[in-house]
C-alpha cells in the first residue's frame, strides 16, 4: 500500500525531488504553500514532434575490427541502384551457369543413350546372325564338297560302290536292229589294294599315277549276262579332281596308252581272278580292251577280256564282240562314276548357333 502524505504536507514534486511542507501549513494549491511562496511546478514532459527525432548514428564498430561491409555506391548513382544491379548480374551468372551444366548433362545423356543404343543394336544383329542359319562362300562349299567326295571310298559300304548287278546297253547297230540291246553284269569279288601300282598294269601309266599323287586302289570282277565276257574295274584315288583330270587326259593322248575316246587295245588295269568262278581263267594275258574315266577325285578304269581263257586277239574282224566288250567296261565305269563322282548338295549348316 502508498502510504498517504501526512496533513500540511505535500507529495514530493518531480518524483521525489520536492521538498517537505512546513507542519501546520496546508497548501491551497499543490505547487503553492500556505505562506504565499512559489513552490517549483512539476516538469512535464515534452510532446513529440516528428520534426526533432533523430535517428541512432550508424554502428561504427572498433577500431582494429572489421565489420560488414556494404557495397560502395558509384559517384553520381544511388547505392540502392547499384547494389541492386549488381544482385541482378550476379543472379543472371548463376542461372547461365545452371543453364549451361544442365546443357552439357544434357549431351552426356545423349551421348551415353546413343551409344547404348547402338551397342544394343550391335548385340541384336550379333544374335540374330547366330540364330540364322550358317553361309558358307564358295571357295569353302568346294572345300567341303572335295573333303565329302575324297571320302567316299572309305565311307561308303563296298556293295554301293560295286552293287551286285550293273546294268549296260549294247547298241543295236552291232547286231542289225534299231533298238539296243538292255543287259546286266554280275559282281563276282573285290579286292583292295595297300597301293595303287597293285592295281595298274604298264610302267608309264603307274608313273604318270605316282606323279599325281595316288594313294589307295579298289578292285573288282564282273561277268557278263552270257557269261561269255569278263571285266576288271579298278578305282584309283588321287588328291583332288585337277589331279585325276590330268591322269586320264594324259592316259587318253594320242601318245598315251588309251586312244581318244577312252578306249584302247592297250591295257591298264591288272587282272582281278576269282576262283570257282567264270574269272577264274582270267589274267593279264586275257586282257583285250581298256577304258579310263574321271570322276571326281578318283579315276575309274576297266580291262575286259573272254572267260574262256582266250589269250588277246584282234577284235576288228567281230564287229559285235567289241561292241559288247566296250558296252560292259562303259556300263561299269559308269555306274562306279556316278557313286563316286557325283557332286553333294551345296554344304549348309542347320541353323544352331556355334554350328
Known sequence: MTSQPEPGQLWPDNFGEGRPAQTGQVASQPWQSQTGQVVSQPR???????????PEPPYQPDKGQRGPEAPQPAPGLDGRR?????????????REQRRRRAGARSVAFGFLLSAGLLGLAVAAVGIAHQLLPRQFTPSQQRAISNWEMERRWLSL???????AAVPYAVPGAAFGTSGDLDLHATLLGIKQDKTCAQAISGASAARIFTKHGCSAALRATYVDETGSMVATIAI???PDPADANAVVSQLTSSAGPVASGGASSGPLVRALRVARTPAASFGDRQRQLSQALGAGPYVILSSAGFSDGRPRVHLGTDSYLHEEM????AGLVESAGK???TKPAAPACPGAPGC
Open 157 to 163: 559300304p563296298a556293295g554301293k560302290i560295286f552293287p
Open 339 to 341: 557313286v563316286l563322282g
Open 82 to 94: 547499384v547494389y541492386g544491379r549488381a544482385l541482378r548480374r550476379r543472379d543472371f551468372v548463376a
Open 236 to 238: 584309283a584315288v588321287l
Open 326 to 329: 566296250l558296252s560292259l567296261m
Open 44 to 54: 512535464q514532459p515534452e510532446p513529440y514532434r516528428p520534426d526533432s527525432y533523430q
